[in-house]
């Protein structure tokens, strides 16, 4: 079993941007987090970081239109960064500001150079969507490594979460192993996630 050995020393918001051109290099390795409207990216983010208002959150579907960037452990030799992507598959913004969402994930995810992971996050109590499935196909065909991360564990009872586990596992055709369940108000989730994280670091 791989031990844990990462100490998170700081964490720190740098920047939001709306705008393909405006994507920051920060000259360390990136983690992006990417998943519905609502899904809990924001929440995770806090959960790893050990800060409770680092990245913000909303109530409100639809509410992160930008691309956020986090830098931890900044000028230390474990330095990387967490990228928070605009949330899809609802908005309130409308349908105009919906469809301008996308070309800035892929421009991210295909342009990305420091780009080392993927972090797809899926709300276990529900089926993933069409859309999350577009998601996983276009990281599988891109060759674009990535971790599917079902959140709100909490929500759910052992059995609830027993029962939906072969309905996401059969949606998304992965393993259970490959998935690793999370919750931002209990914790679980956060080492396996800074593990991965961890392993990345450590093959630059």
Request: hydrophobic fraction near 40%; proline fraction near 3%; include cysteine.
């Amino acid at each position: 079993m791989y031990n844990l050995l990462m100490v998170i020393s700081s964490a720190e918001f740098v920047k939001s941007v709306s705008k393909f051109e405006d994507l920051l290099n920060l000259g360390a390795l990136e983690f992006a987090f990417v998943g519905r409207s609502n899904c809990g990216k924001s929440s995770l983010i806090n959960m790893l970081t050990s800060r409770k208002k680092l990245a913000k959150t909303s109530q409100t579907p639809g509410h992160t239109k930008l691309v956020n960037y986090f830098i931890v452990n900044k000028n230390k030799q474990n330095m990387f960064v967490l990228v928070d992507l605009p949330g899809y598959g609802f908005s309130k913004a409308g349908k105009e500001q919906s469809e301008n969402w996308s070309p800035l994930i892929e421009g991210y995810l295909l342009n990305g150079k420091n780009l080392r992971r993927v972090f797809v996050l899926i709300d276990c109590r529900h089926k993933p969507t069409e859309n999350d499935l577009q998601l996983i196909d276009f990281l599988y065909y891109n060759q674009i490594p990535f971790s599917v991360v079902l959140t709100k564990a909490d929500k759910l009872s052992k059995a609830q979460l027993s029962k939906n586990l072969p309905l996401i596992t059969a949606t998304l055709k992965l393993g259970k192993e490959n998935l690793i369940k999370s919750s931002s108000q209990t914790g679980q989730g956060r080492e396996e996630i800074l593990e991965i994280i961890e392993r990345d670091l450590s093959f630059i």
